[in-house]
């Protein structure tokens, strides 16, 4: 018989309740007081655990940090389902872009210290480098600047569905991807034809 899982924390249920309010809502429009109204503390519990909005804001976008998980796949095949990831992203009801394109456009001018922005930038170049080193792999010559315009490709499907409410953005980028890998040498498998390629 499997153990429950383990009891959150008071801190973990701040966070956790900030990460939802803050990407589903907006950083500015969500207080410390609506933060601890949801969970059902007082501000000072709040503050004994984050000591200002701006810790807490810091600790949303780092516990968004993720990084791809290992995978024995082969390099190729990686980079595509990245795209294949974010269409499943997009058609989900609670998708609302990037987190950290959104925490840089709403605290631009308030992050004197880029905090935020460094966090951002971190976050992003680290999707590249994820992408560099499996071109590596595949022995691309430019690996560097591949690497580069596959990171663009994901911002701007995400960019696209968010205007267009439509998830085959990313299968759009998915198929310039494809175009970009065969173009540096890399061997692809074809596309699937467009009556099995799954709705939105």
Same mark, same amino acid.
């Given at each position: /018989? ?7 924390? /008071? ?90 394109? #959104? ?65 085959? /953005? ?28 799954? #709705?939105?």
């Amino acid at each position: /018989m499997a153990s429950p899982p383990p009891k959150q924390t /008071m801190k973990e249920r701040i966070l956790e309740t900030a990460d939802k309010l803050f990407y589903l809502q907006g950083i500015r429009a969500i207080g410390v007081d609506t933060i601890a109204a949801e969970i059902g503390i007082s501000k000072r519990t709040l503050y004994n655990h984050f000591p200002s909005k701006d810790a807490l804001i810091e600790a949303y976008l780092r516990h968004r940090f993720v990084q791809p998980r290992p995978s024995d796949k082969p390099p190729a095949e990686q980079i595509l389902a990245t795209f294949d990831s974010l269409e499943r992203r997009f058609a989900a009801k609670d998708f609302r872009g990037c987190p950290f394109v #959104n925490a840089v456009a709403e605290l631009g001018p308030d992050d004197e210290d880029r905090t935020f922005r460094n966090i951002a930038v971190a976050f992003k170049e680290s999707r590249r480098v994820w992408f560099r080193d499996l071109l590596r792999q595949l022995g691309v010559a430019d690996a560097e600047g591949l690497a580069t315009q596959l990171t663009l490709l994901v911002d701007g499907s995400i960019a696209q569905d968010l205007v267009r409410d439509d998830p085959a /953005m990313a299968r759009a980028a998915k198929e310039a991807a494809r175009v970009l890998l065969a173009s540096a040498g890399v061997k692809v498998g074809a596309s699937a034809p467009a009556d099995k390629k799954r #709705n939105g």
